[in-house]
């Protein structure tokens, strides 16, 4: 009797286990959303590879030290599983381990379209109610990839065209833009926004602004480029709804007469486009991707601005601002969970930070605090975790010391991409605040772009900097 009773008793505990495991984990914080933000070339592509292949090939590297479940035994796997939405494809991780993985290791394309990954993550439970439940548990991470170019375009639903035009109008009537802006200016200038207008005619003058874009973004290295489908047009290249262009001179025009303009004229025709790019493109990549977002990582490439002047940090700091008026912020305690999920730790991250000696990594993350600083000021934080760090998802140079006039100094060792030499040097010092006219004038920061180090194989972890400490800010908690 006792040994069946007891039996009972076993299965009961069982049962009651694996309940309570489930009902925790349906219930409670055993699922995070995370948004990888990031402008273009940020590093955001890098990032999502790097995060999959740190945990998937755990033991298999450098040792994740700072990262709690990892450093007190509880990390159990990491594995990849299909992830919730089926209408889009797979974040391609093993294409872009593939390219790491060739003789001469390639980086990954820039983003064209949308791609999602989901990892389930193992562990054992520390202090918290989970081991009471159950031996082991799982976490489960969600993560969206997408073109940095389509990230600003959410700060347009804040905008409605004559708000949009006056924002545009601001940026292409000062320095830098306004020297390449002159012609298109002049040609808007010319025109009488009443007037009819011809489709064709204003196919021609969106080209003229994509151009200007384009020369924005590539030659003068600025970030706020608007809208982002006009450079990234992916399918709806020649669509009228990527037809359309900004309109810089309100003050000519009445309340009344823009408010009467219908949609044959140039104004009216500018005005209904514009709106149904709001709705039809970013209100749509916004509700599919951008909500209900836990934690976020917000990627910062500080050093190429260091190559293109104060405008460009200038225009980083705009446009870090702009796309964080786009993401709610709050406290996820269960209840506003259920409801309207917030995000409540927020990681800021300089990447590529081994385009630099370790000697400056300090001032990287620094400068990064710096550019982020308004950004930080204009929102409203209660009960969110933040911080600033260092990066680099994979890691292309050797830290070193060389001799120099009896001195050691310190030197970075990589492969440059252009000619695939093998060069050793030291790029230059990272100023801590946000650098002067001055700063440009006086120093040569060496931005010199590395080719990846080759991956030897996909199982092996691959070198980086402190992603160990990104694993903990954004997973640690919900690993306890
Ligand atoms: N040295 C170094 N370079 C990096 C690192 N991460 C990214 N890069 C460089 O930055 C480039 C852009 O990285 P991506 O990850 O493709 O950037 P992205 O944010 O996905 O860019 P889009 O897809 O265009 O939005 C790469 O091609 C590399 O040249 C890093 O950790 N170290
Ligand atoms: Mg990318």
């Not at 009773?5 to 049962?15: E, L, S, V």
């Not at 709705?279 to 990549?285: E, G, L, M, T």
């Not at 993401?327 to 259920?338: A, D, H, P």
């Not at 010092?429 to 772009?449: G, H, M, T």
Request: glycine share 4%; net charge neutral.
């Amino acid at each position: 009797m006792a040994i069946i009773n007891r039996k009972k008793i076993a299965r009961w505990k069982h049962k009651l286990q694996l309940g309570a495991s489930d009902l925790v984990n349906r219930g409670l914080d055993q699922h995070i959303n995370l948004a990888v933000t990031g402008l273009s070339q940020s590093g955001k592509t890098a990032f999502i590879t790097s995060l999959v292949n740190q945990l998937v090939n755990e033991g298999h590297g450098k040792p994740l030290n700072f990262f709690n479940a990892v450093h007190e035994g509880r990390f159990i796997a990491a594995k990849r599983v299909p992830q919730p939405n089926l209408q889009i494809s797979r974040f391609d991780y093993d294409a872009a381990m593939a390219r790491l993985g060739e003789q001469e290791p390639v980086w990954p394309e820039p983003t064209r379209s949308i791609s999602q990954i989901r990892l389930a993550i193992r562990y054992t439970p520390q202090d918290s109610l989970l081991k009471y439940a159950s031996q082991m548990s799982t976490l489960y991470l969600d993560i969206t990839d997408y073109p940095g170019e389509w990230l600003l375009d959410l700060s347009m639903l804040e905008q409605n065209y004559q708000q949009w035009s006056e924002y545009m109008a601001q940026l292409l009537s000062s320095e830098p833009r306004h020297t390449h802006a002159r012609d298109f200016l002049q040609t808007l200038e010319e025109l009488d926004p009443l007037s009819a207008m011809d489709e064709n005619r204003l196919a021609e003058l969106s080209q003229q602004y994509t151009e200007l874009l384009l020369t924005f973004r590539n030659d003068l290295g600025l970030s706020v480029v608007q809208p982002g489908r006009f450079i990234l047009p992916g399918e709806l290249e020649g669509a009228p709804v990527l037809q359309f262009v900004p309109y810089p001179f309100f003050d000519r025009l009445t309340a009344q007469d823009y408010n009467a303009a219908d949609e044959r004229s140039f104004i009216g025709m500018c005005r209904a486009r514009y709106e149904e790019y709001q709705s039809a493109i970013v209100r749509k990549f916004y509700k599919q991707h951008f909500v209900n977002f836990d934690r976020q990582i917000i990627l910062a490439d500080c050093l190429t601005p260091l190559t293109n002047g104060p405008e460009a940090f200038n225009d980083l700091q705009q446009a870090i601002a702009l796309i964080m008026e786009s993401f709610s912020y709050g406290n996820s305690n269960l209840l506003t969970r259920l409801f309207a999920p917030k995000i409540d730790r927020i990681l800021f991250a300089a990447t590529k930070a081994d385009h630099v000696t370790s000697d400056q990594h300090q001032n990287l993350t620094t400068l990064l605090e710096q550019v982020i600083i308004k950004a930080k000021k204009q929102l409203s934080f209660d009960a969110i975790k933040m911080k600033t760090l260092s990066i680099a998802s994979i890691q292309c140079t050797e830290q070193g010391k060389s001799d120099y006039q009896g001195k050691q100094l310190p030197v970075l060792k990589g492969k440059r991409l252009d000619n695939h030499k093998i060069i050793t040097l030291y790029p230059g010092s990272v100023p801590a605040k946000l650098p002067q006219p001055s700063f440009f004038k006086q120093n040569n920061f060496d931005y010199i772009q590395f080719k990846p180090m080759h991956a030897a194989d996909e199982h092996q972890a691959l070198a980086n900097i402190r992603m160990d400490q990104v694993l903990q800010f954004l997973l640690g908690d919900k690993l306890k």
